[in-house]
C-alpha cells in the first residue's frame, strides 16, 4: 500500500514563491513515478508535473513549465514541486499522486495513478 502526505500550501500573493512537499511510503519495493496535479473551484483536476522513478524525468502542464520544478530527495521518498511568480490561477487544491511499479516514465494522465494523497489547498491573491 502507498500513501501520500502533501503539506506546504496556503495563502500567498501574486508573484511570490511557495513550495509543497509530498512524502510518500510503500514505494520502495516496486517504484512509483509521482505526480501533482491540482484541482481549482468547479474544474476537473489538471496535470501539474510528473517524475520518474529510475532516472528522475520530469514533465510539466505548459501552464507552469518555465515556473514550477518538481524533484526529489536522494531517498526518493519526498517530492517537492517548487512554485515560482505564481499567479491567481495557479489557485488550487493540490494532490500529489503515485503510480506504483512505474519506474521508467512519469504518466501526465490522471488514470495512471492509483494512489492518492488528500491535497494542500494553494491560494494565490491578486
Known amino acids: 500500500q502507498v500513501y501520500l502526505a502533501e503539506s506546504g500550501g496556503g495563502l500567498v500573493q501574486a508573484g511570490v514563491s511557495s513550495r509543497l512537499t509530498c512524502i510518500t511510503s510503500?514505494?520502495?519495493?516496486?517504484?512509483?513515478?509521482v505526480g501533482w496535479f491540482r484541482q481549482a473551484s468547479g474544474r476537473e483536476r489538471e496535470f501539474v508535473a510528473s517524475?520518474?522513478?529510475?532516472?528522475?524525468?520530469?514533465y510539466y502542464a505548459d501552464s507552469v513549465k518555465g515556473r514550477f520544478t518538481i524533484s526529489r530527495d536522494s531517498s526518493k521518498t519526498t517530492v517537492f514541486l517548487q512554485m515560482v511568480s505564481l499567479k491567481p490561477e495557479d489557485t488550487a487544491i493540490y494532490h500529489c499522486a503515485a503510480a506504483l511499479g512505474s519506474r521508467n516514465s512519469a504518466p501526465v494522465e490522471r488514470q495512471h495513478y492509483a494512489y492518492w494523497g488528500q491535497g494542500t489547498q494553494v491560494t494565490v491573491s491578486s
Open positions: 517524475i520518474s522513478w529510475n532516472d528522475g524525468t520530469t
Open positions: 510503500g514505494c520502495s519495493f516496486d517504484g512509483c513515478a
